[in-house]
């Protein structure tokens, strides 16, 4: 894979993203856990310049319409500009490689469930109507070029998740989990972030601290009405508090769940998590590469060299063409491989792209949302505690699927495979 590609397929004309490696957990020394976020940018302007650059080199130029638009109602109050607007952009997307799932109980719940009698509209996309949305909306385009050159269909899934949030906006969720709880009730009576970079008056915190006696319903449309209505929901997946072996388990301390979230279209976060995994893309072509001549230069030598008897260069060699030949550009970083599934479309990329967004625009760090017990609102993001999405995964202090926060309930059945 990679050979006929070029890394600047991807990347040219973008500013570069700096090259960040994901740390190895080596079991001797603990990983710090600010050096595994990929925060760039981290200034609000520079942020808002990168998202800009991306729509205006990678969009087709009617998108790019459709993205001035939507940056222009950004921050308007009224429920039109928010996550879930009731407008043609209120669907609930499920992807899959067949019908398999379809009348699972799983499915079932968004297809049928509470989510149908508050208006949502599902859609399921499979890979060739995938492939087909793809080429109708991005014909031409290097994103075109990425979904078709990725070489794994887990890869692909990740991606498709993004593009739909981007461009169409609404509810993204894995196809074995279970809704819980309407959509409306996502983030009901969140707590209200108060630090940061000043980016809400002191009058409107005092407003907000005289209705703490308020009832829920008080207390969202007050913060609706000095906000806007949120345009992104997101839960947490890990948050390992205090332990010091987390990196040989979990990618990140701090980790977004992936298989549930949603966004009013051309959100900066799914736009940012597209342009990550072009880069990231251009960084696995790179190594592919690098990786294929290093491998065919081994066999050159080795091809030089006499079999019999079998001298200790040649023993040496055909060891290194072993440990060459088990490395491809999917392999994890631990096992000699550049990104693995996880750093290169997964987890850690959304995780980053959300994580990026909070700190540049609102001054929140990643640090500042463990523990989380209830919704968080920051600016215009509703941040759900592990509870939302992933209740009764018995880790990181969640809730059962009982609970007042179990929105959710993802049952790990890979679905994206």
Same mark, same amino acid.
């Given at each position: ?269 799914? !736009?940012?998590?597209? =342009? +990550? @995994? ?6 696995? %072509? $790179? ?6 001549? /290093? ?76 523990? !989380?017990?209830?919704? =968080? +609102? @920051? ?6 505690? %592990? $509870? ?6 018995? /880790? ?22």
């Amino acid at each position: 894979w990679g050979q006929n590609l070029s890394s600047s397929d991807f990347t040219s004309g973008l500013s570069p993203f700096p090259s960040h490696s994901p740390p190895v957990a080596s079991g001797a020394d603990p990983v710090d856990p600010d050096s595994v976020y990929n925060l760039h940018p981290i200034t609000y302007p520079a942020y808002t310049a990168a998202i800009d650059e991306f729509v205006s080199v990678v969009l087709p130029p009617r998108l790019q319409l459709e993205y001035q638009t939507e940056k222009e109602m950004d921050g308007m109050v009224g429920s039109v500009h928010g996550w879930d607007a009731v407008d043609e952009r209120r669907v609930v997307w499920q992807t899959d490689k067949d019908e398999e799932r379809v009348d699972g109980t799983d499915v079932r719940s968004w297809r049928e469930g509470s989510a149908l009698s508050e208006g949502w509209e599902w859609k399921l996309m499979l890979d060739d109507t995938a492939t087909t949305w793809i080429k109708q909306h991005l014909a031409g385009t290097r994103l075109e070029k990425l979904w078709a050159n990725l070489p794994s269909g887990i890869l692909n899934a990740d991606l498709i998740r993004y593009l739909l949030l981007a461009l169409r906006g609404g509810i993204y969720s894995d196809t074995d989990t279970l809704l819980l709880k309407p959509p409306s009730r996502w983030g009901a009576g969140a707590d209200l972030w108060r630090g940061g970079k000043g980016w809400m008056s002191e009058a409107d915190i005092a407003r907000m601290e005289l209705l703490s006696g308020a009832s829920e319903e008080e207390r969202d449309r007050e913060m609706d009405r000095l906000l806007g209505r949120a345009r992104v929901v997101v839960g947490i997946e890990a948050d390992v508090g205090e332990r010091e072996d987390w990196a040989e388990w979990w990618p990140r301390p701090l980790q977004i769940v992936q298989w549930t979230m949603a966004m009013a279209p051309y959100h900066p976060i799914a !736009l940012s998590a597209v =342009l +990550r @995994v072009l880069h990231n893309t251009a960084t696995a %072509v $790179t190594f592919a590469q690098d990786h294929y001549s /290093n491998y065919t230069s081994l066999r050159t030598q080795l091809s030089s060299l006499p079999v019999y008897p079998p001298s200790d260069l040649r023993t040496e060699l055909e060891a290194q063409l072993a440990h060459f030949g088990k490395i491809n550009v999917l392999t994890e970083p631990r096992n000699g491989g550049p990104l693995g599934v996880i750093n290169w479309t997964g987890p850690s990329v959304f995780t980053d792209a959300v994580l990026s967004y909070l700190l540049a625009r609102y001054g929140i760090t990643w640090r500042d949302l463990r523990g !989380l017990q209830r919704p =968080l +609102r @920051v600016g215009d993001v509703l941040v759900l505690p %592990v $509870t939302g999405f992933s209740p009764g995964v018995g /880790n990181f202090g969640a809730g059962d699927i009982w609970s007042a926060e179990a929105m959710v309930e993802h049952h790990f059945r890979g679905s994206w495979k």
